[in-house]
């Protein structure tokens, strides 16, 4: 009993942060930082949980090791950092922001209960939850007209309806446990089977799905436009970091059967991905949007990594995520700061002459763009040259070519949010800079400056860490 | 006891840019305090700079004082920094001309503290560049010394000519790419970062060899104005009005000849070096024609860059002579030509705040009550296209001789385009000297302040000073 206990006390923390919460919201405590803070402390006892009991498992079901720990610790890092920025924007709009603050803790345990799965029940229960949290966040958070509203819910209810169909035929087929490795072997005996195949293909595309790889990218495009801040910012870095872990971890664990078909169909959706995301990105007048299509060219890249099919290569892509998400996660973090009378400031034209008024804003974007794009010192630097590395080692000479044509036509879109950033004249009264925010925004460019210099030796503990998944 | 004294050379002016950001704004003093805590900072350099040349040994060839330091294990990359005389002279020069900067500012500026934060961080992303020893440290100076520059050029300029800093960025930036992809090249070909100077040693062959070779070359080109590539950096120097950023602006042509330095001499295997005249007939297209449109022009920042350009790419053909033994004489004459440059564009920048201040509307006849810029421009004008008093004239003499001694048709065609650059700043001195168009108003010109007089005066005696030097030594 008391192993049992002990095998869920970080998610048992989170249940008690839930609880936490709506005792708060009984008592009818209005102030959007009180359910912040309560849900910010017991974030940090479940992350302190997780590093203690890090190697807990449940034989058939949940297996946590260093691999889980790693995500875990990065995702809960940014969730912490994304408590911290959102109460501001639910103070600055006058809104609790108890719902927000519940489902995340709702999705943080799905995360963790998923990347510790070693059964596609598990899987299948815990992302069905998070796809439905994510429906629940732009139900009740969205900010515009809701013309295209049901159009984005019936495309969720296909993309769900076939994960559940997979989902539901393997289990038909599969005698027995569902459990990865029992799984793996059904898969090496039907390799040749169309019906058993799609089932597998069916399982991934819900998860590029809600990464917005392209073409599945219309509704979250759609939707992260039409978002407030706090959504868009969980869907566009929180997210992408659990759903990527699971990606990596499926692919070792159940479909290294079907690793060379696959490789033809993830290289050819990185690449339309890249492509169709560097292409939007020069369109958008939103700022999120703008971000949104920047993740669909990295995420590409990500992709066609993960093709790849080798160890080396997932790392690489993990690393190339891994500083690309610190680079926008900074982006984002600079929004909380961009008011006007009031109103958060949503398209790239309402930021014209910030760098006039707020340097200090104008400048941490600065840096967290040339971040993304690669440039060395910053954090991306060690992404690109991991990129790069690995497809040399490899001789993928066209990707290479594929991937910095492309990266060109990106930032240029990058540079025109520059240029109106520092060349436009001004033509709104940006409010003052909250100093929390602020604090965030230091903090995320000292990370940006910081993590190029492998402080700590932190890539090579990383690499100990994710190699797991390989044992 | 490890020395560290080059790493220094980076993180002094690094520190130095975090004081100044962090440093308190808002007061009368806050801007003159920005350039005072910045020109503190170059004189530490400098004090580092002649510290080193106490430790170098003036005969010995290569790069010497290697420092090493580790940086990543995946993939293994360790960072080392070096010196020898050519690169010596050239932290020297930027160093003083960068002080000279910073000292002449003199009027309250509100961007002062955003400014001086830039330069520092330049100096010490070039100083990086300078040092580097390996070809990866070489990559990362190569493509950070961009930030600064993009941050510098949006703090200080306005809105004129927008869309040139998006084109001159990416173009910059494909520059970049390209040499990472030919740096990582020969990273996975040798398993490891490697010196710079056995670059030349790599064996590459077949398409491998071209890639490398053919994206080095782009991606030095990227940053000197050579045709195709000339016109978004013409661009953007002539529309920068600042004189401190159209200095720096200037030197990124700088990055890119100190990359066909390190790389080209004794370094490029014979199958590629083939292709070097026809890059030659390149440089003299780029060079002539700038030369002549320059002598059209009526715009100052236009003849002074059409003069940079022309000299950079007269070095850049010198790199390229079959010839090892020009390198010396190039650096030399960089030290001055630097120097030289930047105290015309910073007396050339009070000139146009003096016409811009008293809304004149022409530069005619502004130095004639302007007593101190008209001594200091004369002089450092009259260095600047040969006059005999710096080592710009005794070594570009050399250079010159090289090249007809090489090509006479290419020696005819380089002196042409330096003889027409040089007419064009003496048509340029003649014009604002000329009294045509005087008038009671320019009586209101403020001239340079003493201070800066001495400063520049000072200049040009210490680029005597080392004429005579090497002079003696090559006796």
Known sequence: MLQSIINFLPELALCAGICHLLILAAFSFDAPRVYASGARFWLIISLLLSILFYDRQIVGYLQYNAYTLLFTIIGDIGIYALFFLTSTWFTAKNITGCAYNILLLISIICFNVMLASVNLMIVFGAFSTLFIINEGFYYIYHSEDETDATNNYSTSLIILAIFIISFAYLWYRVEGTLEFAPLQEFFIENKTSLAVYSAMIGLIIPFLYLLGIAPFHNVLETRIGKSILPVAHYEAVILPIFLWGEIIKMAHLMFLPYAASLTLALSTLGIFSMIVGAIAANTDNKIQQLYMHSSMYHFGIVLILLSLADISAEFAGFIYLFMYMTGLAAAYSVGYNLKSHGEYLLKVSSLSGLAQTRPCSANILLLSLFSIIGLPPLAGFIGQISLVNQLINQGKYIYLIVIYTFLVWLTKAYLQMIRTIYFQQKIKIFDTENKKVLMIMFLMTIIILSQAFNPLEMVEKIKDMFYVIAL | ?475
Request: aromatic fraction near 12%; include cysteine; hydrophobic fraction near 55%.
């Open chain 2, 1 to 475: 006891m490890i020395s560290t004294n080059l790493l220094l050379l980076i993180i002094i002016p690094l520190l130095g840019s975090i004081f100044t950001i962090t440093a308190k704004s808002g007061y009368i003093d806050a801007s003159k305090n920005a350039y005072n805590v910045a020109a503190w900072t170059l004189m530490a350099n400098i004090g580092v700079i002649f510290s080193l040349y106490l430790q170098l040994d003036p005969d010995k060839n290569g790069i010497q004082l290697v420092e090493k330091y580790q940086w990543l294990h995946l993939p293994q990359i360790d960072i080392f920094l070096g010196v020898d005389m050519f690169s010596m002279l050239l932290l020297t020069t930027l160093g003083l001309s960068f002080l000279m900067i910073c000292l002449s500012q003199e009027e309250k500026d509100q961007k002062a503290k955003a400014i001086a934060t830039s330069i520092l961080l330049f100096v010490s992303m070039l100083n990086g560049y300078i040092l580097a020893a390996d070809i990866m440290s070489f990559y990362i100076f190569f493509a950070a010394i961009n930030i600064p520059l993009i941050m510098l050029i949006s703090f200080s300029e306005k809105t004129h000519k927008k869309n040139i800093l998006i084109r001159f960025s990416l173009y910059n930036l494909i520059g970049i790419m390209l040499l990472f992809l030919a740096v990582m090249t020969i990273y996975d070909y040798k398993g490891g970062n490697i010196p710079l100077n056995t670059a030349g040693n790599l064996n590459l062959s077949g398409k491998k060899e071209y890639f490398v070779w053919i994206s080095l070359c782009l991606a030095f080109m990227s940053r000197l104005p050579i045709w195709p590539f000339h016109y978004w950096i013409a661009s953007m120097n002539a529309s920068l009005h600042n004189a401190m950023v159209f200095v720096i602006s200037n030197l990124m042509p700088l990055v890119g000849l100190y990359g066909f330095m390190r790389f080209w001499p004794n370094s490029v295997p014979k199958t590629i070096a083939v292709y070097a005249p026809y890059f030659e007939i390149i440089c003299l297209i780029t060079m002539l024609l700038i030369a002549v449109i320059s002598l059209s022009s009526k715009e100052s920042r236009y003849k002074l860059f059409a003069y940079t350009t022309v000299y950079y790419i007269l070095y850049l053909i010198g790199v390229f002579l079959p010839t090892g033994s020009l390198k010396m004489n190039i650096g030399v004459s960089l030290f001055s030509y630097i120097m030289i440059f930047t105290v015309i564009s910073i007396i050339l920048g009070h000139i146009e705040q003096e016409k811009k201040r008293l809304n004149l509307h022409t530069l005619t006849s502004m130095l004639c009550y302007m007593p101190r810029a008209t001594i200091c421009l004369s002089l450092y004008i009259l260095a600047g296209i040969g006059l005999p008093i710096t080592p710009l004239f005794w070594n570009n003499f050399i250079i010159i001789s090289e090249i007809f001694n090489n090509n006479l048709l290419l020696g005819i065609l380089v002196v042409m385009s330096v003889f027409l650059v040089g007419l064009s700043l003496l048509e340029e001195l003649y014009r604002l000297k000329d009294r045509a168009q005087i008038s009671s108003e320019l009586k209101l010109l403020q001239d340079l302040s003493r201070k800066n007089f001495i400063i520049y005066i000072a200049g040009i005696v210490c680029l005597l000073i080392i004429l005579l030097k090497s002079l003696w030594m090559e006796v």
